[in-house]
């Protein structure tokens, strides 16, 4: 009966909805496929039961009992009746939550993840194909908790839900600067929170090899700085994400940024020379000799050893950032690739691919590489992962290969929510068949780690993660930047909770920056700067190395704030249509920048490292005043004389640039204030 009533509710809502607007009264996200309410409330008291049913992995049962907790916490109500849910509570078919989950899902592509939920004033059920789709609809629970002057309750709701997209994943490059196992882990709870499903663990590169390996040693001892998983941690993380639904994909990058492999196993370089792990990012020459028939042994041995500790179907090699000057400067290779008709260095590189296949698939395994490897002669059961743009991706799926898009998804540059929210894998501009769009398997954002550290790699993902999550969850209607914006600020709370530390982290470091516990006026500066954006931060791959600090002023700002984008969105509706609340309201800010200046001085005796703030501290009050002058000329209907204008024009161009590898993030909203008080 309950199987019946899951069909029907699937039926009508796919049925008469496919492309109805989602209700974004709540504030979820992702946004479900189709949200109706009700009046009904039930709310949440001490005698809150959950009882399971249905023929579900044992990890709905363990997921069920963390759901209660996480509802006790956020709630401040003692939910200790039930201290864990067991199957003994399939039972009580009057418990406040009844979870049905048909069979045990699967960690693997494509298998199902929908859900439903539906409330009357006695019940909340939820009903799903698989217990992975429960746990999806565990986690829109807790954001639906609502509060009144009664209490907390949830609301009369009912959801059906889906994914657009089977892959939604999340890059972690554990190599450039590693990653602790409790960072890996509180960022699968992010993930799940969002309904992510792919954490792809980037282990290997020229700064480190980051798994233990006991057949060849070496890894460990002379490559990795001593910084790596040990086999039996590995297994505890991908049991920890197979626990909340989510696969971890491994890659191992070969044949270039080897220069750790090549450390411990010179033997394999395409040049002789003294390897050691690289100190600097970037894109080195070091790479593999795909003419040494004992390196495919090799990788085979190596290969099977790490791929036994990561039971997913897919394994990514990599194949990214190859110069190919290492192989032009050897003869030897050189010579082979003429008796072989090779023209360029990339079809070495295809030949080396193509030696990997079989070894891969002998692993029982699907072949993953960067959109490098997208060349003639690649085949086609080898997915393309896109980072170089869109073309790649693209043609990756018109000519038959599955792809991933991480191109515009690339979280480490620090560019706003708004642009990766946009970027959809299938936007209208892009004219694909139906065939051909079955070949992209959805997305992965990524964060690579050359500019992060434990303390500040969750300020990097999160909250901004979760709108590309939507993107590749919800339908492709869900595109209202604003709303985003609404829902991702409540959301990014509901993530600290979990134990991420984006927000927490920023208080420490002032704390450390200012060398006391006095911090405001650091705190009004920091909330309108972001660090440099793009690779602008780390010129030329020079002025960073794996022991730089990472706790100075641009590690402090932290991307797509919300306090110059709602200054901003302020001064384009002020200069639209004035009114006097909206032109008090720019006032204060720009009255609490202009002083905050004399306050930020007064820290610099003490706090020597702050010294690089100064200027953006003196621009921002320069600018304050000058856009406080502006509104004044608006109000008395004066324009101001030439001689002004250009006095201020300066301002603004000493404001632009950066100081810390900073930038504020408000002189263009005060450009326009400066502007328009000279048009009137």
Request: proline share 5%; with cysteine.
């Amino acid at each position: 009966m309950i199987l019946k009533s899951i069909l029907l509710f699937v039926l009508v809502a796919a049925g008469g909805g496919a492309q109805a607007q989602v209700n974004n009264t709540f504030n979820l996200m992702p946004a479900p496929a189709r949200l109706t309410t009700n009046s009904n409330k039930i709310y949440i008291e001490q005698r809150f039961r959950i009882c399971v049913k249905g023929s579900p992995d044992k990890r709905l049962y363990a997921e069920a009992s963390r759901f209660i907790r996480r509802l006790s916490n956020q709630t401040g109500i003692f939910l200790d009746k039930q201290g864990f849910v067991t199957p003994a509570d399939s039972v009580d078919a009057s418990a406040t939550l009844l979870i049905y989950a048909q069979r045990p899902g699967k960690l693997k592509l494509n298998d199902d993840e929908s859900y439903s939920i539906q409330t009357n004033n006695q019940q909340i059920s939820i009903q799903a194909a698989t217990d992975i789709g429960a746990i999806h609809a565990l986690e829109t629970l807790l954001q639906l908790v609502s509060a009144d002057a009664t209490g907390y309750y949830f609301p009369g709701i009912e959801i059906y839900d889906q994914p657009r997209f089977a892959w939604r994943g999340l890059l972690l490059d554990v190599a450039l600067h590693f990653m602790p196992v409790d960072v890996v882990k509180r960022t699968l709870d992010g993930m799940a929170a969002v309904k992510m499903n792919v954490l792809h663990l980037h282990l290997c590169n020229d700064q480190g090899f980051r798994v233990e390996s006991k057949l060849f040693p070496k890894l460990q001892q002379v490559a990795s700085d001593g910084m790596y998983y040990t086999q039996e941690e590995i297994k505890d993380i991908v049991g920890y994400a197979g626990q909340r639904g989510i696969r971890i994909v491994p890659e191992f990058v070969v044949p270039a940024h080897t220069t750790a492999i090549l450390t411990a196993y010179p033997a394999f370089a395409s040049i002789k020379r003294d390897y050691k792990l690289q100190r600097y990012f970037g894109v080195f020459d070091p790479v593999m000799d795909p003419t040494n028939e004992k390196l495919y042994p090799f990788l085979q041995k190596l290969f099977r050893e790490m791929s036994s500790l990561f039971p997913d179907a897919y394994f990514h090699i990599g194949g990214d950032e190859n110069t190919g000057k290492d192989w032009e400067a050897n003869p030897r290779i050189r010579s082979f690739m003429q008796l072989k008709g090779m023209k360029r260095y990339m079809d070495l590189q295809t030949y080396f691919n193509k030696r990997l296949l079989p070894i891969i698939e002998g692993l029982g395994k699907k072949m993953i590489g960067w959109d490098e490897i997208l060349q003639p002669g690649i085949p086609k059961k080898v997915v393309i992962q896109s980072w170089r743009g869109n073309e790649s991706f693209y043609s990756a799926v018109r000519e038959g290969h599955k792809a991933i898009l991480s191109y515009g998804y690339y979280i480490d540059l620090i560019q706003p929510a708004s642009y990766h929210y946009l970027n959809d894998p299938i936007p209208d501009s892009t004219s694909l068949t139906d065939e051909e769009k079955k070949n992209i398997l959805g997305g992965e954002a990524t964060m690579w780690s050359e500019m992060v550290t434990p303390v500040t790699v969750d300020s990097r993902i999160w909250p901004r993660t979760a709108a590309i999550a939507e993107r590749l969850w919800s339908p492709k209607t869900v595109n209202d930047v604003d709303d985003m914006y609404r829902r991702l600020d409540i959301v990014s709370l509901h993530l600290e909770a979990l134990g991420l530390q984006h927000l927490v982290y920023k208080e420490m470091l002032m704390r450390q920056l200012c060398n006391g516990t006095y911090i405001h006026p650091l705190e009004i500066l920091a909330s309108v700067i972001e660090p440099l954006k793009i690779y602008e931060r780390n010129e030329g791959d020079t002025m960073y190395t794996v022991f730089s600090p990472f706790t100075k002023l641009a590690d402090v700002a932290s991307p797509d704030q919300s306090e110059p984008r709602v200054f901003n969105k302020e001064v384009e509706e002020f200069l639209a249509r004035p009114s006097t609340a909206l032109e008090q309201e720019i006032m204060n800010k720009l009255i609490l920048w202009k002083e905050n200046d004399l306050q930020f001085k007064k820290l610099l005796p003490g706090a020597p490292v702050l010294q690089e703030a100064a200027p953006l501290s003196a621009h921002l009050a320069l600018l304050s005043e000058a856009a406080l002058e502006a509104l004044q000329f608006l109000n008395d209907h004066k324009s101001p004389g030439d001689t002004w204008l250009s006095e201020k024009m300066e301002i603004i161009k000493k404001a632009r640039q950066q100081s810390g590898r900073c930038e504020l993030q408000v002189t263009g909203a005060i450009q326009k204030l400066i502007a328009n008080a000279v048009l009137k």
